[in-house]
């Protein structure tokens, strides 16, 4: 069985920094795409920002400038370090993995139990 752990999140002043941070776990065999995803309160989950096995990494323009994704293969582990943190980043904040595991000869989408971010004074 694979699961994905997430850690960090909380309540922070605008300006304020938070850092996640997201282990994979179980049966794998190897781990594709890593990403980080929030949903904010009557809005669609959308994607924050993804790193690629190989550290290609993709940002949401949104968070382009603030934002850093990165990645230890060697612990399946993927980090988001959010800086300068705005009100409108609040939200709850899903970690996701593309992952084979070991009974599989396909890759599976998997998702971190979310974790709520409340940027406010």
């Known amino acids: 069985q694979v699961q994905l752990v997430e850690s960090g999140g909380g309540l922070v002043q605008p300006g304020g920094s938070l850092r996640f941070t997201c282990a994979a776990s179980?049966?794998?065999?190897?781990?594709?795409?890593m990403g980080w995803y929030r949903q904010a309160p009557g809005r669609q989950r959308e994607l924050v920002a993804s790193i690629t096995r190989g550290g290609y990494t993709n940002y949401a323009d949104f968070v382009k400038g603030r934002f850093t994704i990165s990645r230890d293969n060697a612990k399946n582990t993927v980090y988001l370090q959010m800086n300068n943190l705005k009100p409108e980043d609040t939200a709850v904040y899903y970690c996701n993995a593309e992952i084979r595991p070991s009974s599989s000869s396909q890759y599976v989408d998997y998702w971190g139990q979310g974790t709520q971010v409340t940027v406010s004074s």
């Open positions: 179980g049966d794998i065999l190897r781990v594709n795409a």
